[in-house]
Nanobody, 121 residues
């Protein structure tokens, strides 16, 4: 069974930091590009960041570039998202997803259960 389990969300003040983690199982992790996507209330899924299968290349939504860093550990089958200088616009449910920027936001995409990030003073 394919499983993606996120952790690390929480409440943080603007300018603060959080580190999200995702543990993957049930598939050959190194076969897949992995992504982080988010969804704010009343909005569609938004792709945030992604990393290639062996971690050599990373990609970011322009609004998070320079603040977020994605990485993966192919021994532990995990990916992480380090988020710095958070703003209220970053508030949302964050999901780990299998696949690239288009695949990961589609209905039926392989995603975890999500972890809530709330940025508020």
């Amino acid at each position: 069974e394919v499983q993606l389990v996120e952790s690390g969300g929480g409440l943080v003040q603007p300018g603060g930091s959080l580190k999200l983690s995702c543990a993957a199982s049930g598939f050959t992790f190194t076969n897949y590009f992995m992504s982080w996507v988010r969804q704010s209330p009343g909005k569609e899924f938004e792709w945030v960041s992604g990393v290639t299968a062996f971690g050599r290349n990373t990609y970011y939504l322009p609004s998070v570039k320079g603040r977020f860093t994605v990485s993966r550990d192919n021994v532990k089958n995990t990916i992480t998202l380090q988020m710095n200088n958070l703003t209220t616009e970053d508030t949302g449910m964050y999901y780990c997803a299998r696949g690239g920027s288009s695949e990961s936001i589609q209905a039926g995409a392989i995603r975890g259960q999500g972890t809530q990030v709330t940025v508020s003073s």
